[in-house]
C-alpha cells in the first residue's frame, strides 16, 4: 500500500470516528429548538459573503442551508440560521463531511427538516411543481446543483435565492427545471 492510500485510509476512519461522534451529539442534544419569532427569510445567498459555511465560504455553497432556514422560518417557525447550519453537521448532511466543499446533499434534506419537527416526504417533480417545497436542479451554467425553496402564492410559485445575488423572492416556473430537476422535499 502506497503512502497516499495509508493517509487516505486513516481519513476515511478519521471521518467515520467523527460522525460516529457527531451522530451521538445529535442524539444527546435531541432536536433543535425553535426561537420565539420566525427570523427574516434569505432572499439570496450572496448576502451571506465573508461568512463560512463550515469550511467552505457560505456565499458559494450554503444554498441548502439558506432553502432548509427559509421554509423554517418561512412557515412560522423561528429557527436561527446557525441552528440549521449545525443540523446540516449533524445529520451528517453536508458533501465532503465534515467541510461541506460542495454544501449539502440533496437526498438529506429530508433528515435535517425531520430534526426540526417536520413531517417531510420526498416528491417527485409533478408533485413539486404544485407544492411548497424545497427543490434542487442541476445548473448547467455553473456545473453545478442548486436548491432554492418554493412556495405557492395566489399568482404563481415564487423562490427564495434562485440567484444568489436576489434581494426579494422571484416568479419561478418549475418547468424550466424539469430536464435538470434532482429532488425535492414537501416543506
Known sequence: MSAAQTVI?????????????????????????????????????????????WLALADLTACETVAVYNALNLSGRGIAYSAVRRSFLFCGALTLWPLGFFGGNPYSIGRVLRRFGIKTKRLRFDEAAKSTCIMSFFNPRSLSLHTVFVRQTGSGPIAYNLYGSDKAPRRFDPETERTSFIAAWEA
Not at 17 to 28: E, H, R, Y
Not at 32 to 41: F, G, H, S
Open 9 to 53: 485510509k486513516a481519513l476515511l476512519r478519521l471521518q467515520w470516528a467523527l460522525s460516529l461522534v457527531l451522530f451521538a451529539m445529535g442524539i444527546f442534544f435531541g432536536r433543535a429548538t425553535a426561537l420565539l419569532t420566525p427570523q427574516p427569510p434569505i432572499f439570496g445567498q450572496g448576502s451571506l459573503k465573508g461568512r463560512k459555511n
